[in-house]
Protein backbone atom coordinates (compact mmCIF):
# COMPACT_ATOMS: atom_id res chain seq x y z
CA UNK A 1 0.00 0.00 0.00
CA UNK A 2 1.52 3.70 -0.86
CA UNK A 3 -0.35 5.61 1.61
CA UNK A 4 -1.77 5.50 5.12
CA UNK A 5 -3.78 8.67 6.17
CA UNK A 6 -4.09 9.26 9.64
CA UNK A 7 -6.77 11.48 11.40
CA UNK A 8 -6.64 12.03 15.60
CA UNK A 9 -9.71 13.57 15.77
CA UNK A 10 -11.89 14.51 19.25
CA UNK A 11 -15.53 15.99 18.49
CA UNK A 12 -14.97 16.46 15.28
CA UNK A 13 -18.74 15.35 13.53
CA UNK A 14 -19.14 17.77 10.95
CA UNK A 15 -15.68 17.77 9.14
CA UNK A 16 -15.29 14.12 8.67
CA UNK A 17 -17.58 13.40 5.65
CA UNK A 18 -15.95 16.69 4.11
CA UNK A 19 -12.52 15.63 4.63
CA UNK A 20 -12.65 12.07 3.91
CA UNK A 21 -14.42 13.24 0.14
CA UNK A 22 -11.51 15.72 -0.14
CA UNK A 23 -8.69 13.10 0.83
CA UNK A 24 -10.68 9.91 -1.33
CA UNK A 25 -10.54 12.86 -4.64
CA UNK A 26 -6.95 13.41 -4.15
CA UNK A 27 -5.99 9.53 -3.95
CA UNK A 28 -7.75 8.93 -6.44
CA UNK A 29 -6.81 11.12 -8.65
CA UNK A 30 -3.23 10.24 -7.61
CA UNK A 31 -3.68 6.37 -8.39
CA UNK A 32 -2.54 5.79 -4.85
CA UNK A 33 -3.31 2.47 -2.94
CA UNK A 34 -4.38 4.21 0.09
CA UNK A 35 -6.40 3.98 3.62
CA UNK A 36 -7.68 6.70 5.44
CA UNK A 37 -7.34 5.29 9.69
CA UNK A 38 -9.76 8.06 11.53
CA UNK A 39 -8.82 7.94 15.47
CA UNK A 40 -11.56 8.75 17.20
CA UNK A 41 -9.54 10.18 20.67
CA UNK A 42 -12.60 9.86 22.99
CA UNK A 43 -15.05 11.80 21.30
CA UNK A 44 -18.42 12.53 23.10
CA UNK A 45 -20.25 14.02 20.31
CA UNK A 46 -21.44 11.61 16.90
CA UNK A 47 -18.23 11.30 15.96
CA UNK A 48 -17.84 7.65 16.29
CA UNK A 49 -21.33 7.06 14.87
CA UNK A 50 -20.06 9.40 11.32
CA UNK A 51 -17.05 6.82 11.44
CA UNK A 52 -18.71 3.97 11.18
CA UNK A 53 -21.14 5.23 8.32
CA UNK A 54 -18.17 6.05 6.27
CA UNK A 55 -16.04 2.85 6.76
CA UNK A 56 -19.35 1.11 5.92
CA UNK A 57 -19.75 2.85 2.67
CA UNK A 58 -15.86 3.25 1.53
CA UNK A 59 -13.56 0.49 2.17
CA UNK A 60 -10.75 2.89 2.41
CA UNK A 61 -11.70 4.33 5.31
CA UNK A 62 -10.93 2.59 9.36
CA UNK A 63 -12.16 3.68 12.03
CA UNK A 64 -10.24 3.15 15.43
CA UNK A 65 -11.98 4.46 18.94
CA UNK A 66 -10.36 4.85 22.23
CA UNK A 67 -12.27 4.74 25.41
CA UNK A 68 -10.75 7.99 26.75
CA UNK A 69 -8.93 10.85 25.41
CA UNK A 70 -5.34 10.27 25.05
CA UNK A 71 -4.40 13.19 23.13
CA UNK A 72 -4.05 12.99 19.22
CA UNK A 73 0.41 11.93 19.38
CA UNK A 74 -1.48 8.52 20.16
CA UNK A 75 -3.12 8.36 16.70
CA UNK A 76 0.44 7.66 15.19
CA UNK A 77 0.82 4.13 16.60
CA UNK A 78 -1.58 2.80 15.40
CA UNK A 79 -1.42 -0.20 12.62
CA UNK A 80 -0.82 2.04 9.22
CA UNK A 81 0.23 -0.08 7.04
CA UNK A 82 1.24 2.15 3.96
CA UNK A 83 4.98 2.96 2.97
CA UNK A 84 4.51 6.76 3.65
CA UNK A 85 2.14 8.01 6.44
CA UNK A 86 0.30 11.10 6.82
CA UNK A 87 -1.10 12.36 10.00
CA UNK A 88 -3.47 15.18 9.31
CA UNK A 89 -5.94 17.14 11.46
CA UNK A 90 -9.64 16.29 10.92
CA UNK A 91 -10.83 19.95 11.15
CA UNK A 92 -10.47 20.95 7.58
CA UNK A 93 -7.60 23.31 8.37
CA UNK A 94 -4.90 20.87 7.01
CA UNK A 95 -5.51 20.70 2.95
CA UNK A 96 -5.53 17.13 1.75
CA UNK A 97 -4.17 18.67 -1.48
CA UNK A 98 -0.72 19.07 0.52
CA UNK A 99 -0.90 15.02 0.00
CA UNK A 100 1.16 14.58 -3.46
CA UNK A 101 3.53 16.78 -2.95
CA UNK A 102 4.50 15.70 1.25
CA UNK A 103 4.22 12.10 -0.49
CA UNK A 104 6.72 12.83 -3.43
CA UNK A 105 9.58 14.34 -0.93
CA UNK A 106 9.62 10.84 0.68
CA UNK A 107 9.05 8.60 -2.17
CA UNK A 108 10.92 10.72 -4.49
CA UNK A 109 13.60 13.07 -2.65
CA UNK A 110 14.31 10.63 -0.03
CA UNK A 111 13.04 12.53 3.08
CA UNK A 112 12.51 10.38 5.99
CA UNK A 113 9.94 12.72 7.30
CA UNK A 114 8.46 15.76 6.16
CA UNK A 115 6.93 18.57 8.88
CA UNK A 116 4.35 21.34 7.46
CA UNK A 117 4.97 24.64 7.85
CA UNK A 118 1.74 27.17 8.46
CA UNK A 119 3.51 29.90 7.26
CA UNK A 120 0.44 32.21 7.20
CA UNK A 121 -1.84 31.20 10.04
CA UNK A 122 -5.68 31.67 10.85
CA UNK A 123 -6.12 31.51 14.00
CA UNK A 124 -4.12 34.61 15.02
CA UNK A 125 -4.70 34.78 18.84
CA UNK A 126 -1.89 35.90 21.22
CA UNK A 127 -2.92 32.49 23.30
CA UNK A 128 -2.62 30.57 19.94
CA UNK A 129 0.62 32.47 18.24
CA UNK A 130 2.70 33.48 21.41
CA UNK A 131 3.46 30.13 22.94
CA UNK A 132 3.84 28.66 19.46
CA UNK A 133 6.76 31.19 18.68
CA UNK A 134 8.32 30.09 22.05
CA UNK A 135 8.12 26.63 21.92
CA UNK A 136 9.79 26.83 18.19
CA UNK A 137 12.64 28.91 19.51
CA UNK A 138 12.99 26.52 22.05
CA UNK A 139 12.78 23.58 20.24
CA UNK A 140 14.82 24.88 17.53
CA UNK A 141 17.57 25.30 19.72
CA UNK A 142 18.17 22.69 21.74
CA UNK A 143 17.42 20.22 19.10
CA UNK A 144 19.17 21.57 16.14
CA UNK A 145 16.77 20.95 13.68
CA UNK A 146 15.63 23.78 11.74
CA UNK A 147 11.72 23.66 10.97
CA UNK A 148 9.69 26.83 11.77
CA UNK A 149 6.68 24.81 12.96
CA UNK A 150 6.99 21.80 14.74
CA UNK A 151 3.38 21.90 15.75
CA UNK A 152 2.08 21.70 12.67
CA UNK A 153 -0.29 18.54 12.85
CA UNK A 154 0.54 17.61 8.57
CA UNK A 155 2.99 15.35 8.75
CA UNK A 156 4.63 12.93 6.29
CA UNK A 157 6.86 10.04 7.37
CA UNK A 158 8.91 6.91 5.50
CA UNK A 159 6.92 3.97 7.42
CA UNK A 160 10.42 2.90 9.39
CA UNK A 161 10.31 6.11 10.72
CA UNK A 162 6.85 5.59 12.61
CA UNK A 163 7.72 2.59 13.24
CA UNK A 164 11.09 3.34 15.40
CA UNK A 165 9.06 5.90 17.78
CA UNK A 166 6.95 5.78 19.76
CA UNK A 167 4.34 8.64 20.87
CA UNK A 168 1.70 9.93 23.40
CA UNK A 169 -0.40 12.56 24.89
CA UNK A 170 1.23 16.03 23.45
CA UNK A 171 4.15 14.20 22.29
CA UNK A 172 3.60 15.29 18.42
CA UNK A 173 5.00 18.51 18.27
CA UNK A 174 8.52 16.69 18.98
CA UNK A 175 8.42 13.83 16.49
CA UNK A 176 11.22 15.60 14.39
CA UNK A 177 13.40 15.06 17.58
CA UNK A 178 12.52 12.04 18.32
CA UNK A 179 12.65 10.85 14.77
CA UNK A 180 16.92 12.44 14.36
CA UNK A 181 17.69 11.25 17.92
CA UNK A 182 16.34 7.44 16.20
CA UNK A 183 18.92 8.16 14.05
CA UNK A 184 16.86 9.30 10.73
CA UNK A 185 18.49 12.35 9.67
CA UNK A 186 16.69 13.66 6.19
CA UNK A 187 13.84 15.59 8.19
CA UNK A 188 12.88 18.31 6.24
CA UNK A 189 9.61 21.25 5.84
CA UNK A 190 6.93 22.17 3.58
CA UNK A 191 4.87 25.06 3.26
CA UNK A 192 1.36 24.33 3.97
CA UNK A 193 -2.15 26.23 3.81
CA UNK A 194 -3.48 26.77 7.00
CA UNK A 195 -7.39 27.38 6.48
CA UNK A 196 -9.65 28.31 9.50
CA UNK A 197 -11.53 25.97 11.39
CA UNK A 198 -14.95 25.94 9.61
CA UNK A 199 -16.72 23.78 12.15
CA UNK A 200 -16.43 22.67 15.87
CA UNK A 201 -13.98 24.61 18.72
CA UNK A 202 -10.03 24.53 19.14
CA UNK A 203 -8.89 21.85 21.47
CA UNK A 204 -5.37 23.50 22.62
CA UNK A 205 -4.56 26.04 24.90
CA UNK A 206 -0.97 26.81 26.79
CA UNK A 207 -1.66 23.99 29.22
CA UNK A 208 -1.30 21.39 25.90
CA UNK A 209 2.33 22.61 25.50
CA UNK A 210 3.49 22.39 28.87
CA UNK A 211 1.86 18.47 28.94
CA UNK A 212 4.05 17.70 26.14
CA UNK A 213 7.42 19.37 27.55
CA UNK A 214 7.07 16.94 30.67
CA UNK A 215 6.75 13.85 27.92
CA UNK A 216 9.47 14.75 26.52
CA UNK A 217 11.42 15.27 29.71
CA UNK A 218 9.91 12.22 31.03
CA UNK A 219 11.44 10.12 27.79
CA UNK A 220 15.11 12.11 28.29
CA UNK A 221 15.59 11.11 31.92
CA UNK A 222 13.31 7.90 32.06
CA UNK A 223 13.69 6.47 29.07
N1 LIG B 1 -7.40 16.25 18.77
C1 LIG B 1 -7.37 14.94 19.27
N2 LIG B 1 -7.24 14.77 20.62
C2 LIG B 1 -7.12 15.82 21.47
C3 LIG B 1 -7.13 17.13 20.96
C4 LIG B 1 -7.27 17.31 19.60
O1 LIG B 1 -7.46 13.98 18.52
O2 LIG B 1 -7.02 15.58 22.69
C5 LIG B 1 -7.52 16.45 17.32
C6 LIG B 1 -8.57 17.47 16.88
O3 LIG B 1 -9.85 16.89 16.78
C7 LIG B 1 -8.02 17.91 15.54
C8 LIG B 1 -6.52 17.90 15.79
O4 LIG B 1 -6.30 17.01 16.88
O5 LIG B 1 -8.32 16.97 14.53
C9 LIG B 1 -5.98 19.28 16.10
O6 LIG B 1 -6.73 19.85 17.16
P1 LIG B 1 -7.29 21.36 17.11
O7 LIG B 1 -7.84 21.66 15.75
O8 LIG B 1 -8.22 21.54 18.26
O9 LIG B 1 -5.98 22.19 17.33
P2 LIG B 1 -5.57 23.60 16.68
O10 LIG B 1 -5.71 23.45 15.20
O11 LIG B 1 -6.52 24.59 17.23
O12 LIG B 1 -4.16 23.78 17.13
MG1 LIG C 1 -7.34 22.84 14.22
Not at 174 to 187: H, M, Q, S, T
Amino acid sequence: MNLSIVVPLLNEEESLPELCDWIRRVCTTQHYTYEIILVDDGSTDDSWQVIEGLSREDEHIKGIKFQRNYGKSAALNKAAKGDVIITMDADLQDSPDEIPELFYMIVEEGYDMVSGWKKIRYDNTLTKNLPSKLFNAVTRKVSKIHLHDFNCGLKAYRKKVVKSIEVYGEMHRYIPVLAKWAGFRKIGEKVVEHRKRKYGVTKFGWDRFINGFLDLLSIFFVG
